[in-house]
């Protein structure tokens, strides 16, 4: 064995050898014999550019030029191979040969094609679950930084939202076919082969296939799978010369919406009203005079009387952001390998922005045949995401934007800083490193050894293990300083020159907070897989086991009173009463026991059946078991069906239901662990006694409850799939039925307060999510002219079917036999036009015109608690879909997606009046005592009135939108003369996200649902990858 | 070969997978206690204890104070106090009262938060059933039994003080018990406090080793206050305020006699005061001494003074954000860059006597045009007004202000009308150039408890809040002393009290004795959570819940002044001020007010409730 290591190690070395001198090592090939040739589309006879032509079994090749020409030196008895993407892979022996023209065909359809599954493989001919898979290369036409946000629009039954534009968190949430708990929703996300890995930073060069499991067919994930599963493959070698691939690109990035806000002249007009309405007696023009207003509309005073936009002083037009990857591949039938490193950058929106992201990437993915039955492969993937901000939150900052008083300058005309919003803060300097940093380093190292066997001795037999180790670093240094904010009295000239003053702000002295994560988690796993076919039948079986468990490990450190701000070290911070340091752990273990059984007879008749026993340590009771079970009918490959509907190439109808275990019990922002045991927790904060100790307090996190238990996911799926007209076309669609059990909620509803418990999750809740989702898919090509447009849609709708509910509320009122998410809120009618329109309806005590009316639901006459209603919109949109097109002309590609989403809606209640601006919207239409309006309400004041205080209709915007989601032009170059100079290929390209937008929303970017997040970004973005 | 190469590879790789301990999924919580460690342990029990100090006592000066929904002061931004105020609050609604985010201050005293804490009290009483630790100082375990009593007793004071009768719950549910349970009466509930605090007396010494635990003197302190409310008013005559209500026990006593529980009130005030540890803080002031100075000192001092009863400290090493207590910063004038809150209302400073004893009157023109001079010592002990002198302004507000004394006027050109601009604002107004959103409305900050010797705009503020002080004792016992018809025994103690503020002794009877001891305890106990439940169980709401007041100080000059005053520091002439309605504080009253609603949502939970009257 050991001597056998030896020898496999020295081939490796000698690979490597081969991949350092890969550019010479061509010239020491023999050659006997010249081949040229022309290939060509076996359709319509045109020549073909940029096919791969290899002599199989070496590294040796080329690739035809922009004619379709080829000229290679090769063994006379040599072999060659051609491919091309979307054509079928063809191998020609020269057989002493010298001219070779090849005709080839198009790939007809997807049949043939491999999906991942989970522990192993499927053809997409017998598959039998919901299963939609995206090839690597349509995922990297999208310039986002974050892969999560490429996924929008593509994959049918994945629903994705972007919340946050900010960079370093500006991940979309993922909901495979929406929400389907009260609980944690988020779908089970692997990575060649390991659970629980994340997908946000992944590097989209580096993706081999994407597969989103959406039905039972997740089961065979168990634990963590009843949300779906995201599969995930990286690239790996292919036998054949290396190919070194060089893409780079920048872009240009600038906010999709950037709100429109009140000028100086309407705010003060509007501060002036709600003086008038406390105070009528006053008049008109009790804060701001009519002079001072005249001065904020001319502009003849920025000293005094300035005009601030905020959006504009704080945000640059377009920001940066770049991309740079390089990729190795190739390999012998002994050894393959690809390796790849990547750098990006992503700068914020705002001038001298202190918050940026960039990362640093590193895969290797080797595998080696140690004999022809074994083979072992080993991944490391490392990755540095760097993360860097001001130390004023992104949150308060654009809080602080939309509170900025257009009255009040973000600059004095002599450039120093305006005074501040609140605080200390003033966006146009907390955005900036004005105020220290908060950098935040995250280290990801990700490794997987894998071993595959096939049985000699048992044909059909193989076994797999995998072990991986996957560990996580973390290191942030928080770097607080002191900055300055410019204040004038009004009267203090010098030299006929207003003179500011600056005043320290936010803290005194300089501290530091260090922080520290050491994070593990390990998988292994072994699965053995028999195949075996006899006569007309195929069977398929797959048994296995997998574990996993990690720790988490965290502690920071802090100082305060530094010196000097010159050194930002820990040491250099005093020694006093308020340096503290914290710290903590926690670690998690599950196990499950699974198999599969395939059965088809003819690839005609399918079946699946998977198991899976689980257990994990958040139950006493450890262990559940779950089974699916899925079956499919290829109609078309009946005889009947084929002789009378003969333009299907291929037609199946497909049903599964299954159950999966769900333990992610989720509320309160955390993972609720233990909650079987009584335990008693320290709180974060203390309680002093004797003027100085800090005691600690220690409080009952929750009543125990002993029999909680898994959370049950049972899930009903049928479709079908369909390729006609020559596989040109196909159309392929689902409808589901979810339905989740013993949903792990607390009863907080029905169990008085008077208790004073604090309640456990009880397995109480009962949820029912259906939908469908569709994808028709045309491909076709005239000539040179290729194209492919696809067009997907879902649906997905939820309702609460039994849960936690008050007893005694009205029916419209409650949430069981409704949405998740769905809130209660008065319903806005209207406007009290008149005080006689006050008069004449119910109305909150209190009310005068100009006020937002509340509809008397349950017509009382009274307007009280028991007028509002539950709405049954949430954040989450219910029909989401995409039409991409791809077109390629000889040298010439591009792509478009459009990308659309319904049914959802933003609460969108801004801090609007002494303490912050209007929304120019608000603003301009308000109602006033001179021009009443009957839709909008007059000017208020913070949450004064109880149409700001009570949650209701008039805030709630729907948010449908469709956007040009992305679009991508691409030229490829490959000349005669490039390749003789070891380039097969240059290829340009431009391509942009979040280009154009209808909705009907204006105030805030469709996708978000708050007005205080960061904006989601247009990008711009020119690139060039170098293939050779 | 090839064939044991495999079969080794096969080995190797089950070995690793199973090579695993077989409780693989019994993992140990890594952060938290279990129950069997913490009830053996007295060290956690302490630490449990410690808990409810926490949540029975809270945050007495956060952003929002008691004080703001009362008669005493208005909050600047307002949110939805004002609401309250107009008595607009109803059982789906507590109107600001409610708003989690904001107020942690009111939060606690919710139904919900104060039940959570009654809860961990049963607990500590469940768990320690029959429990033995050795090696353990003997007085550990009874002390720590008498601090839960008390602290029962303080969650459920405060329940009686907002709902009147509620449910007694004394045992600890667990999730399979029946939850519904109806209100106990008032004098049920008022048995229960009592019986706590007996209990804790018992059990608790008169000086603890830790201090700002709950002492002896602290149980039997309560038990006054408990008892001199339980004889007020708002118990006796609900038909004035609740006429026809179906439960009037829930509300108050429906039999016996109000003179019995007055007796009460005052032997347990008695019981505080003849414990002989206790007495006023510099009771004696000698001429010439600032007892002024001497108010401001002892409200932020450190240690327990012979006055303490029940202290509560503060650290300023956890930040705590809004939920923090930080008088210095939530209160301090907007030109040091404080945030203004909890201003003093204009009919609280009205109140300040004369040095003299006579009282202040705007319709005096004398008073109006000087009215900050020649007030008693509380006067400049608790409030700030224009042109006091107080701490050294922040370093980019000393050009503005070199004097460090408080701008809430305005300067105007010489024959200015009443809305033209002024030619210089106040630095502590809402027109002045520091914060101008953070300052207060009505011409008046707060001094008590404010700590000027730090700067709040970065340091936080940690004197100690005292919940219990001997002044209140003497109080407690006058009131019960002048409805008992004693008024020689009130004038007494009410005296030693005007001594200690060096005001000339009273000598009033009857009617007028009463207004002279309610006025008295305004002003003593301003801003000490006293004046809220003070309104409600006298039943005056109307007479509190007005249109309030502030005040409009100008000045003039025919001068282009370059500053608020004048470079010698003298004032541009004598202020011009006036008296005026605060705007958009327009309260109001309604009697349903005098208890709190209890939630629908929690009437919907617990059929057996009824709810308070008028919601």
């Not at chain 2, 108010?295 to 400290?313: A, K, P």
């Not at chain 2, 507000?397 to 809305?419: K, L, M, S, T």
């Amino acid at each position: 064995m050991k001597n056998y290591l030896s020898g496999w190690a020295g081939k490796a070395k000698s690979q490597v050898l081969v991949l350092l001198l890969f550019l010479t090592s061509f010239s020491l090939l023999s050659a006997q014999v010249t081949v040229t040739g022309t290939v060509t589309g076996a359709e319509d006879g045109m020549p073909i550019p940029g096919v791969n032509i290899v002599e199989k079994g070496t590294a040796h090749g080329t690739i035809t030029d922009a004619d379709g020409r080829f000229s290679l030196e090769v063994p006379a008895d040599a072999s060659l191979v051609f491919s091309f993407i979307g054509m079928e892979t063809m191998e020609v022996a020269v057989g002493g040969r010298t001219v070779i023209d090849v005709s080839m065909t198009s790939t007809t359809t997807a049949l043939d094609e491999v999906v991942v599954t989970g522990y192993g493989t499927a053809s997409r001919a017998t598959l039998t679950g919901a299963v939609a898979a995206v090839q690597g290369d349509e995922l990297k036409q999208s310039p986002t930084t974050n892969f999560s946000n490429t996924l929008v629009g593509k994959v049918p039954g994945l629903f994705a939202y972007n919340r946050s534009g900010e960079p370093g968190y500006d991940g979309a949430t993922l909901r495979i076919r929406g929400a389907n708990t009260l609980g944690d929703n988020n779908p089970l996300v692997v990575i060649d082969g390991i659970p629980n890995r994340s997908l946000e930073r992944l590097d989209p060069a580096n993706i081999e296939s994407f597969t989103v499991l959406k039905d039972a067919s997740a089961a065979i994930y168990g634990t963590q799978a009843a949300n779906g599963v995201i599969l995930i493959t990286t690239k790996r070698g292919k036998v054949g010369k290396p190919t070194i691939t060089i893409d780079a690109n920048v872009g240009a990035q600038q906010p999709t919406v950037i709100p429109e806000m009140a000028d100086a002249a309407t705010y003060a007009m509007m501060l002036n009203e709600i003086k008038y309405y406390g105070n009528p007696g006053g008049g008109l023009y009790q804060q701001y005079s009519e002079a001072d207003i005249q001065a904020y509309q001319d502009g003849s005073d920025p000293w005094g009387h300035p005009n601030t936009d905020w959006f504009d002083e704080v945000f640059k037009p377009w920001s940066l952001q770049h991309y740079e990857n390089v990729s190795v591949s190739g390999g012998s039938d002994n050894l393959r390998y690809y390796l790849s490193f990547g750098n990006r950058f992503q700068d914020a929106v705002y001038y001298n922005s202190a918050t940026y992201y960039s990362q640093q990437d590193f895969r290797t993915n080797i595998d080696g045949k140690i004999t022809d039955n074994i083979t072992l492969s080993f991944d490391v993937a490392a990755r540095s995401e760097n993360r860097h901000f001001p130390t004023v939150s992104q949150g308060n900052s654009f809080r602080m934007l939309m509170r900025g008083k257009p009255n009040m300058p973000a600059f004095w005309p002599n450039g120093d800083p305006g005074p501040d919003i609140e605080y200390g803060h003033n966006p146009a300097v907390t955005t900036t490193d004005a105020t220290g940093y908060d950098d935040d380093k995250n280290y990801h190292l990700e490794s997987n050894i894998r071993l595959q066997i096939e049985i000699p001795w048992v044909e059909g037999l193989s076994i797999q293990g995998n072990f991986s180790y996957d560990k996580r670093l973390r290191y942030r240094k928080r770097f607080e300083t002191p900055w300055y904010l410019y204040t004038w009295d009004g009267v203090t000239y010098e030299n006929g020159e207003p003179v500011t003053v600056a005043g320290k702000r936010g803290l005194d002295a300089p501290q530091l907070t260090q922080y520290a994560n050491d994070d593990y988690r390990m998988t292994y796993n072994l699965f053995a897989t028999y195949e075996h076919g006899f006569g007309m039948s195929n069977i398929k079986v797959m048994i296995g086991t997998e574990s996993q468990k990690g720790l988490n490990n965290w502690m920071n450190a802090f100082r305060k009173n530094y010196v000097a701000s010159d050194i930002d070290q820990l040491f250099a911070g005093a020694t006093d009463q308020y340096m503290s340091n914290d710290g903590s752990a926690s670690q998690f273990a599950r196990r499950s026991y699974f198999g599969r059984f395939n059965y088809d007879y003819a690839q005609k008749y399918l079946v699946e059946l998977v198991m899976r026993y689980d257990g994990s340590y958040m139950f006493d009771d450890a262990w559940g078991f779950f089974p699916g079970i899925s079956a499919g009918w290829r109609i078309s490959e009946e005889d009947f069906w084929s002789s009378s509907i003969g333009f299907f190439n291929d037609f199946k109808i497909r049903a599964s239901w299954g159950q999966t275990g769900n333990d992610r019990i989720y509320y309160d922002d955390r993972l609720q662990e233990y909650k079987f045991l009584t335990l008693y927790g320290f709180r974060s904060q203390t309680y002093v006694f004797d003027q100085s100790v800090d005691n600690k307090l220690l409080y009952e996190q929750a009543v125990p409850n002993p029999t909680v238990t898994w959370e049950v996911a049972n899930q009903f799926n049928v479709g079908f799939n369909s390729t006609f007209l020559d596989g040109r076309m196909s159309f392929e669609a689902d409808y589901f039925h979810n339905l989740r059990t013993d949903i792990l909620w607390r009863r907080n509803a029905s169990v008085p307060t008077s208790t004073g418990l604090s309640l456990p999750p009880e397995n109480i809740g009962e949820v029912a999510n259906s939908g469908f989702e569709f994808v028709a898919t045309w491909r076709g090509n005239s000539g040179d002219f290729r194209y492919e447009i696809a067009f997907n849609g879902s649906y997905a709708k939820n309702e609460i079917l039994f849960w936690d509910e008050t007893p005694g509320i009205p029916e419209y009122q409650q949430s069981t036999g409704r949405p998740m998410g769905s809130s209660l809120y008065y319903e806005a009618i209207g406007v009290f036009e008149t005080q006689a329109d006050v008069d004449a309806y119910p109305h909150w005590a209190g009310a005068m015109a100009g006020d937002v009316i509340f509809k008397d639901v349950n017509e009382d006459g009274v307007i009280d608690g028991l007028d509002r209603v539950r709405n049954e919109k949430s954040g989450l949109p219910r029909y989401t879909g995409g039409l991409s097109a791809n077109v390629y002309w000889r040298g010439l590609d591009a792509s478009i997606l459009f990308q659309g989403a319904a049914g959802a809606v933003a609460y969108i209640s801004p801090e609007s009046g002494e303490i912050g601006n209007y929304y120019n919207d608000y603003a301009v239409n308000r109602w006033t005592p001179d021009n009443p309006s009957s839709e909008y309400p007059r000017a208020w004041n913070r949450d004064n009135e109880y149409w700001r205080s009570q949650g209701n209709t008039f805030w709630l915007h729907e948010t449908d939108y469709l956007r040009l989601k992305n679009i991508e032009i691409g030229y490829t170059l490959s000349t005669p003369g490039m390749r003789n100079a070891m380039i097969d290929g240059i290829r340009f390209y431009a391509n942009g996200t979040n280009l154009l937008t209808f909705s009907k929303e204006k105030l805030i970017d469709p996708e978000l649902t708050s007005g205080t997040a960061y904006p989601l970004q247009r990008i711009v973005n020119l690139g060039v990858t170098l293939t050779f | 070969m090839k064939r044991i190469q495999i079969i080794l590879a096969i080995v190797l790789t089950v070995g690793l997978i199973t090579s695993c301990q077989k409780d693989f999924l019994q993992l140990e919580p890594l952060s938290d206690y279990s129950d069997a460690v913490v009830w053996n342990d007295p060290a956690l029990i302490e630490t449990f204890v410690n808990d409810i100090y926490r949540q029975a006592l809270n945050m007495p000066f956060s952003i929002e104070r008691l004080s703001d929904y009362v008669d005493e002061s208005h909050f600047t931004p307002d949110w939805d106090v004002t609401n309250f105020n107009k008595s607009l609050m109803t059982s789906d609604n507590l109107m600001g009262w409610d708003v989690d985010w904001a107020t942690p201050y009111t939060m606690h005293f919710r139904w919900g938060p104060l039940y959570a804490g009654v809860r961990a009290c049963n607990i500590f009483f469940e768990k320690m059933e029959g429990k033995e630790f050795e090696g353990v100082d003997p007085d550990m375990i009874p002390n720590l039994y008498g601090q839960v009593h008390f602290l029962r007793a303080y969650l459920y004071h405060y329940l009686a003080a907002m709902y009147g009768g509620v449910p007694l719950i004394d045992k600890a549910y667990t999730l399979t018990d029946e939850f519904e349970m109806a209100r106990n009466t008032y004098e049920e509930t008022v048995n229960f406090i009592v019986a706590d605090l007996d209990a804790a007396a018992d059990l608790l010494p008169e000086v603890q080793a830790d201090a700002g635990r709950i002492t002896k003197g602290a149980a039997m302190h309560l038990k006054a206050r408990t008892l001199l409310y339980a004889a007020s008013d708002l118990h006796h005559n609900m038909n004035t305020y609740a006429p026809g209500f179906s439960n009037p026990e829930l509300l108050g006593y429906t039999s016996g006699s109000q003179q019995s529980r007055w007796q009460a009130a005052k032997q347990a005030a008695k019981d505080v005061m003849d414990l002989g540890i206790y007495g006023l803080y510099e009771a004696d002031p000698a001429p010439g001494d600032s007892i002024a100075q001497t108010f401001v000192d002892y409200f932020i001092s450190y240690g327990y003074e012979n006055e303490d009863i029940l202290l509560q400290y503060f650290t300023p090493k956890t930040d705590e954000g809004w939920a923090g207590y930080n008088p210095a910063l939530y209160c301090g004038p907007n030109g040091y860059h404080n945030w203004g809150n909890n201003v003093p209302l204009g009919e609280l400073v009205d109140d300040y006597e004369f040095k003299d004893g006579t009282s202040f009157d705007w319709g005096n023109p004398d008073h109006a045009a000087d009215p900050y001079t020649g007030r008693e010592a509380r006067f400049y002990a608790t409030i700030l007004y224009e042109g006091a002198e107080w701490r050294v302004r922040p370093s980019d507000v000393q050009g503005i202000d070199p004097w460090n004394r408080i701008q809430v006027g305005h300067v105007y050109a010489e024959g200015a009308g009443p809305n033209d601009d002024p030619l210089i604002p106040g630095v502590d107004t809402r027109k002045g150039p520091i914060e101008d959103w953070n300052g207060g409305k009505t011409g008046y900050y707060v001094r008590k408890f404010v700590d000027p010797s730090l700067d709040p705009q970065y340091v936080k503020q940690d004197v100690p809040f005292r919940h219990f002080r001997y002044a209140e004792t003497l109080l407690n016992y006058a009131e019960a002393c002048i409805e008992l018809g004693e008024e020689g025994e009130a004038l007494t103690y009410i005296n030693m009290i005007r001594k200690r503020a060096g005001q000339p002794d009273i000598s009033a009877s009857g009617d007028e004795l009463k207004e002279a001891y309610r006025h008295e305890r305004r002003i003593e106990m301003a801003y000490e959570d006293q004046r809220f439940w003070d309104v409600r169980r006298w039943l005056i709401g109307p007479d509190a819940y007005q249109q309030t007041h502030a005040v409009d100080i100008r000045y003039y000059t025919n001068q282009q002044p370059g500053n608020y005053r004048q470079p010698d520091g003298s004032t541009w002439g004598d202020p011009v001020i006036t008296e005026i309605e605060n705007p958009g504080d327009a309260r109001a009253w309604l009697d349903k007010c005098y208890f709190f609603p209890i939630y629908r949502d929690e009437m919907n939970k617990n059929s057996l409730l009824v709810q308070n009257p008028g919601y």
